[in-house]
Structures are given as C-alpha cells and as structure tokens.
C-alpha cells in the first residue's frame, strides 16, 4: 500500500476548512452576476480561453479555444458569444452542453498574470445573422455558442507567476517532446506519425477558419 492510499481524504466541508482557513470576504465581494467595465475590456484583449463542461455522465472535459484577441464577442452585460472553429468534429463541448448546458470560461491575456473568469449556462446557435460578426478572413463559424453569464470575477496572478508562463526564458526547446503525430502513432496501432504531422500542417496552414 502507498502513502497516499494509506491516508485518508478530506470527505466533507468541516475537514476541508481544517486544512484550509477561511478566505477574506473580498473572495466573495468580488464575485459579479454580471460583465462590468473591467471584465468587458479583458474579454476583448483575451486571444485565448478554455472552456469547461460536464457531460450527462458526469464526465468533465477542459477545451482550449484561441482566435485574434477579442474573439468571444461581448453582446451585453449578461451575454457571450463564442464562435467554435474547425476542428476534429470530435463536438464534445457541444454534445456536453446537450445534456448539460453549464459552462466555465477562463480567459488569458499574453503578459497578464491575472485571468478572469466566467461561468454560466450555454446554448448552440447556428444563426447566420448571429453568427457572422464573429467571420474571420470572410469565413462564418458553422456554430457558436450564447453563453449567459451568471458569474464573473478577476483572479490574482499567483498561478501565472509561480508558472513564469509568460517568461521567454523557460520556454523548451520544441524537440524535447514528440511531435503530435510521433505521439498518435504510439496511442494508435497502425497510425502514421509522418502521415499524421503532415496532416496536421496542411491543415493548419490551410483550415484554420
């Protein structure tokens, strides 16, 4: 037996605040239902978000998206629009908002150390009106999502520090890792890792939008 199964976990809300204390009112204060000023202009300076949801079963799923900053448009106060680009058809987001329309976003901003986040309930929307001011190079998303916001809130920067995310200096040396067709080919009998890169930069080069 391990250390860690040999040990008991936290299975309730009194254990939990043993081990943690509790948090200064700002941590609630700032908890908006709503995109005010601040969360408006970080939206629009955002090129990069991960959307979360959960699936009928339970199951989670975490999915990066990324566009030209300002990509998800603010439509009010109380409404996101998220546009889905062409990707591997996989739609689980899309099929998890199906049975369970509860979303979390969290934006970045290149060189910010705070992020912000949103969560709320979401809705697939394949209007064209509605959809193409959300167009790239003259292409429309085939979907997107409306998100309504039910919480909004500026989270502090300690997580992007101790990462030095953003510090040129700790960035790898690409080689140091497989390519992602060197990676499929060992996950998948028969796949072809040339095949597949090759794939990947046409696509890349050619279907972003």
Same mark, same amino acid.
């Given at each position: 037996?391990?250390?860690?199964?040999?040990?008991?976990?936290?299975?309730?809300?009194?254990?939990?605040?043993?081990?943690?204390?509790?948090?200064?009112?700002?941590?609630?204060?700032k908890?908006?239902?709503?995109?005010?000023?601040?969360?408006?202009?970080?939206?629009?300076?955002?090129?990069?978000?991960?959307?979360s949801?959960?699936g009928?079963?339970?199951?989670a799923?975490?999915?990066?998206?990324?566009?030209p900053?300002?990509?998800?448009k603010?439509?009010?106060?109380?409404?996101?629009?998220?546009?889905?680009?062409?990707?591997?058809?996989q739609v689980?987001?899309?099929?998890?908002i199906?049975?369970?329309?509860?979303?979390?976003?969290?934006?970045?901003?290149?060189g910010m150390?705070? &992020?912000?986040?949103?969560?709320g309930?979401?809705?697939?929307?394949?209007?064209?009106?509605?959809?193409?001011?959300?167009?790239?190079s003259?292409?429309a998303?085939?979907?997107?999502?409306?998100i &309504?916001?039910?919480?909004?809130?500026?989270?502090?920067?300690?997580?992007?520090?101790?990462?030095?995310?953003?510090?040129?200096?700790?960035?790898?040396?690409?080689?140091?890792?497989?390519?992602?067709?060197?990676?499929?080919?060992?996950?998948?009998?028969?796949?072809?890792a040339?095949?597949?890169?090759?794939?990947?930069?046409?696509?890349?080069?050619e279907?972003?939008?």
């Open positions: 037996m391990t250390a860690i199964e040999s040990q008991p976990g936290v299975s309730d809300y009194s254990q939990l605040r043993d081990v943690y204390s509790e948090p200064l009112p700002r941590a609630s204060q908890v908006l239902d709503h995109l005010d000023a601040h969360c408006r202009r970080f939206i629009e300076m955002s090129p990069f978000c991960v959307i949801s959960t009928a079963d339970g199951r799923d975490a999915s990066p998206r990324g566009d900053p300002g990509f998800v603010v439509v009010d106060r109380h409404t996101l629009l998220l546009p889905d680009r062409p990707g591997n058809n689980d987001t899309m099929q998890n199906l049975n369970h329309p509860v979303v979390g976003l969290l934006f970045l901003v290149p150390n705070e &992020t912000l986040r949103v969560c309930s979401a809705e697939i929307v394949t209007d064209e009106q509605v959809l193409a001011p959300l167009s790239v003259s292409r998303p085939k979907s997107g999502l409306k &309504t916001v039910k919480d909004a809130f500026l989270h502090c920067g300690r997580a992007l520090l101790r990462s030095r995310l953003w510090d040129p200096e700790v960035q790898i040396d690409r080689s140091s890792y497989p390519t992602y067709g060197q990676v499929l080919a060992e996950q998948i009998a028969g796949a072809d040339e095949a597949i890169d090759r794939d990947e930069q046409n696509a890349n080069r279907k972003l939008y």
